[in-house]
């Protein structure tokens, strides 16, 4: 094996909402206010989606370099479809995500098969792609070329 690092976050929960900790940084997790929340900060599942793209961000940004790959840009969008009945209690419905997509728009000079390559390295190591997918969870990763902003 090699080398295993550990993350640590400690949070304290005040109705819905939940003040995380993680080293030096904060985070605030929230419902909105049609859940019970008050819609003070981001809600569980987003931030689920929004720690995707990061990881994929971060991924794509050393595979990059490895790659010497011309990454100009990258931005993302991931959606993630889940039947609420799970959650609130009927036993019969998987209370997590049904299907996750994700949308990457890369800003590159690189042709379309390096793309491709890129991504799928990505994919292999990013882990929290891996953890949805390993999960059995449909998870579908897109990317596209875009054309850079004039």
């Not at 900790?21 to 819609?39: N, R, V, W």
């Not at 100009?72 to 959606?79: D, G, M, P, T």
């Not at 390993?134 to 054309?147: C, F, S, Y």
Request: negative net charge; charged residues 25%; hydrophobic residues 45%.
């Amino acid at each position: 094996m090699g080398q295993l690092a550990s993350f640590k976050v400690v949070g304290k929960g005040n109705g819905m909402r939940t003040d995380a900790i993680a080293g030096k940084h904060t985070l605030a997790i929230d419902e909105p206010e049609s859940f019970g929340g008050k819609d003070s900060a981001i809600d569980p599942l987003s931030a689920f989606l929004a720690s995707l793209m990061a990881c994929e961000n971060v991924m794509a940004q050393i595979i990059a370099k490895e790659m010497k790959f011309d990454l100009k840009k990258i931005s993302f969008e991931a959606e993630g479809k889940i039947d609420l009945a799970g959650l609130m209690g009927d036993v019969t419905v998987k209370p997590y995500f049904q299907q996750v997509v994700v949308k990457g728009y890369i800003e590159t000079s690189e042709s379309e098969e390096r793309m491709a390559e890129l991504q799928q390295a990505v994919d292999m190591r990013c882990p929290v792609f891996r953890t949805i997918k390993d999960a059995g969870i449909p998870v579908e990763n897109r990317w596209v070329k875009t054309v850079p902003a004039v």
